[in-house]
């Protein structure tokens, strides 16, 4: 059983910044890969960014535009995603989540889902 905690997001204005952090149980985290999804409300759960054991990263680049940075430290258990310029349509509940495999795009290459953490942006 593998255990994902998200902590880090909160209200922001927009154009701010945050930074979530996702800390994994276990002793076998540096031999997955890890992502990060987002649900708005009313909407479909979607894909953000993830990255693989070896450190590549993949980003939803319609979503994220080059703003969304995502990085993993082995030694913490932790993968982290840098969040900057913000904007209102960012507002989500963010979930971490532990590739297994496929796609790191598709929700269904993740087993282990965090609990998530709410990212409010103001206008």
């Known amino acids: 059983q593998v255990t994902l905690v998200e902590s880090g997001g909160g209200l922001v204005r927009a154009g701010g910044s945050l930074r979530l952090s996702c800390v994994a149980s276990g002793r076998t985290f540096s031999s997955y890969g890890m992502g990060w999804f987002r649900q708005a409300p009313g909407k479909a759960r979607e894909f953000v960014a993830a990255i693989s054991e070896s450190g590549g990263t993949w980003y939803n680049l319609d979503a994220t535009k080059g703003r969304f940075v995502i990085a993993r430290v082995d030694a913490e258990n932790t993968v982290y995603l840098q969040m900057n310029s913000l904007k209102p349509e960012d507002t989500a509940v963010y979930y971490c989540?532990?590739?297994?495999?496929?796609?790191?795009?598709?929700?269904?290459?993740?087993?282990?889902w965090g609990q998530g953490t709410q990212v409010t942006v103001s206008s």
């Open positions: 989540a532990r590739h297994v495999s496929g796609s790191y795009q598709t929700n269904v290459a993740y087993d282990y």
